[in-house]
C-alpha cells in the first residue's frame, strides 16, 4: 500500500512520512514549505514536492501582521488556495491520501479519481467550534473578535464532506466535530506521542515557565492592533 501526504507547512505530517518510508509505504509529501527548510527532515528529495512561491513569501514578510485583517486574510486565503491546487494537481499515485485540513481537498477529489481513499488530518476542533472559541476569547479579552474567515469554514466543511475518514487528535476534538453533526463512524481518534529526546526535560522546565507564548499568537493574531510578543502571566487579564 502507498500513501501521499499533503501539509501546509511541517507539523506531523513529516513525521508520518519518515514511518510510512521506514515501511516502504510513502507514495510521496506534497508541502508548501521551501526545499531548503526541509534538508533534515531525512527523507530522500525525490519524495517532496514542494511549493513555496506564496507561503515562503508570506512567511517571511515580518510585518504581515500589521497590514490589516482584510489585506492578511486575502493573502492568507491566496496562500491556501494555491497550495490545495498544485496539491490537486501533482498528487502522486497512491492507494490512500492523507491530507491536512484547509487545502486537501482538491487533493482529496484527484485521489478518488485515481481510486484511493482519502483521509482529512484534523488537528484542531471542528472548524466551527473554532470560530466560535476565537470570538468568545476576543469578548473576554476586550480584544476584536473577527473568528474564522467564512471561506475557512467552507473549505473545511467541504473536506469534512468529501473525505472518507477524518482523523482527530483527542476526545475534545472528537466531541466537537459529533457535536456539529459529524457522524461517528467517519471519525478515528489518534492521539499523537513524542519520543523526542529532552522531552522529559522539557515538561519540567515547562511546569515552571512564567511565560505562555502560544496563547498570546493565537489571540494576537486576530487583533492587528497589538504587538504580538510573549506575554508574562499577569501582563493581562480578561474583563470581569
Not at 5 to 16: A, E, M, N
Not at 86 to 109: E, H, I
Not at 166 to 190: D, H, M, N, W
Request: charged share 25%.
Amino acid at each position: 500500500m502507498k500513501v501521499a501526504l499533503s501539509v501546509h507547512g511541517v507539523f506531523h505530517s513529516f513525521d508520518l512520512a519518515r514511518e510510512l518510508y521506514a515501511r516502504g509505504s510513502l507514495a510521496g509529501i506534497l508541502t508548501a514549505y521551501p526545499r531548503f527548510k526541509l534538508r533534515a527532515e531525512g527523507l530522500p528529495q525525490e519524495l517532496i514536492h514542494t511549493f513555496p512561491l506564496i507561503h515562503g513569501a508570506y512567511r517571511a514578510f515580518p510585518w504581515r501582521h500589521r497590514i490589516g485583517v482584510s489585506w492578511e486574510r486575502q493573502w492568507e486565503r491566496l496562500d491556501a488556495t494555491s497550495f490545495a491546487s498544485y496539491v490537486g494537481r501533482n498528487l502522486p499515485s497512491c492507494d490512500v491520501y492523507v491530507g491536512m485540513s484547509g487545502t486537501s481537498l482538491a487533493g482529496g477529489r484527484r485521489a478518488h479519481r485515481m481510486g484511493a481513499r482519502y483521509i482529512c488530518d484534523r488537528g484542531s476542533s471542528h472548524i466551527r467550534v473554532q470560530d466560535r472559541i476565537e470570538r468568545e476569547e476576543g469578548e473576554l479579552w476586550g480584544l476584536p473578535a473577527v473568528g474564522v474567515d467564512p471561506r475557512v469554514i467552507d473549505a473545511e466543511e467541504a473536506e469534512y464532506a468529501a473525505a472518507d475518514r477524518i482523523t482527530v487528535p483527542s476526545g475534545f476534538v472528537y466531541r466537537t466535530f459529533l457535536s456539529e453533526g459529524v457522524a461517528p463512524e467517519k471519525l478515528r481518534k489518534l492521539p499523537m506521542a513524542s519520543t523526542s529526546p529532552g522531552s522529559d526535560q522539557t515538561a519540567r522546565r515547562l511546569k515552571d515557565a512564567s511565560t505562555f507564548y502560544s496563547s498570546a499568537i493565537s489571540i494576537c493574531a486576530r487583533a492587528s492592533s497589538i504587538s504580538c510578543r510573549p506575554l508574562k502571566r499577569s501582563s493581562i487579564r480578561p474583563k470581569a
